[in-house]
């Protein structure tokens, strides 16, 4: 999956990898990007490496909860009320510029990424496996926007970012998409019913108990970082862990390395904490906080299995 989307997404395999790694271990990912670097190209080459059927919903302020998860609507015929689903029924959805949503609808979405499923007319639906969201917001222009609080931040797995190409990518990106995008040339690598598997398998990944201590005092270290206004929560902790099991079996091990942990920490930890002002006015963001913490936190010696 990897190779077949670094092909579309030149010069930027770790985001990719950070991306298949959220969906493994069956999160979603916030992205916080300029415009045009890639992230619509991103969710189509994800949907179609796994034969998942892809949408894109635009978010904005006149949105309604029901135009992403669906309404009964009247049938002339029969006389009977007919549900007709929204775009959230689907295996990849790239939901773009999501503060642009008026709370309630963003509420709306958080409640599906959570639940897997929408309720509507008091019927709750569940939604298709494996459900994948792609949420971007521009985090430049943000007038006129709804901010996600910290508690709906908190929900996304991962936060990743694209940036712009280096100068030896972005002529590589013009050479290929000077006839015809390389997305359309993403082939299918795995099957719907072979990723709900793995995300299953990962969960089996043995993770040594002094890999876990190592988990919790990183986020602990969080808590009690004076450059912090607020830790991480005991969420970040559990995401962490899955992120160094999926991590450890992308490289093809049955067991969780220190390197795992440290390798996914800034992605999964860094939307979730906040960084006080004047610390912010230096140019440090949560990232290099967790950077830090990692550089000061001992790390045991790798156990296998």
């Known amino acids: 999956m990897i190779d077949q989307i670094s092909r579309v997404i030149v010069g930027k395999r770790e985001s990719v990898e950070q991306c298949v790694l959220a969906l493994l271990c069956g999160g979603h990912v916030l992205i916080e990007d300029v415009p ?9 080459a994800i949907s179609r490496s796994i034969g ?21 609507i009247l049938n002339q015929n029969t006389l009977e009320f007919e549900f007709r689903p929204g775009p959230l029924f ?8 999501v503060n642009r949503a008026t709370p309630k609808t963003q509420s709306a979405l958080l409640e599906a990424m959570e639940e897997r499923q929408v309720s509507s007319d008091g019927i709750t639906r569940p939604l298709p496996e494996p459900f994948f969201v792609l949420a971007t917001q521009n985090n430049i222009e943000m007038t006129g926007t709804y901010p996600l609080p910290e508690a709906q931040l908190d929900r996304f797995f991962a936060r990743v970012a694209i940036g712009y190409p280096t100068r030896e990518s972005e002529a590589d990106i013009l050479r290929n998409q000077q006839t015809s995008h390389p997305v359309d040339t993403v082939t299918e690598v795995a099957s719907l019913e072979q990723m709900v598997a793995a995300q299953k398998a990962i969960r089996n990944i043995f993770v ?21 206004m607020l830790g991480s929560s005991p969420r970040g902790s559990l995401y962490l862990m899955l ?3 999926a991590r450890a079996a992308m490289d093809g091990r049955d067991f969780v390395s220190p390197d795992d942990v440290k390798a996914s920490a ?3 930890l860094g939307h979730r904490v906040i960084v006080r002002g004047e ?27």
């Not at 045009?36 to 969710?43: C, P, Q």
């Not at 689907?90 to 510029?97: A, K, P, S, Y």
């Open 36 to 44: 045009g670097v890639g992230k619509t190209t991103l969710a189509k």
């Open 266 to 268: 800034a992605a999964v």
């Open 90 to 97: 689907t295996n990849v959805i790239l939901v773009d510029e």
């Open 243 to 245: 992120a160094g099991q």
């Open 208 to 228: 040594h108990e002094s890999i876990r201590d190592y988990i919790v005092d990183i986020v602990r270290a969080t808590r009690e970082n004076s450059q912090l």
């Open 279 to 305: 610390v912010r006015a230096k140019g440090l963001e949560g990232a290099d906080i967790i950077a830090q913490i990692l550089a000061a936190v001992p790390a045991p010696q790798p156990v296998t299995a």
């Open 52 to 72: 998942g059927e892809f949408r894109r919903v635009q978010f904005t302020p006149d949105l309604l909860p029901s135009d992403i998860t669906g309404s009964s």
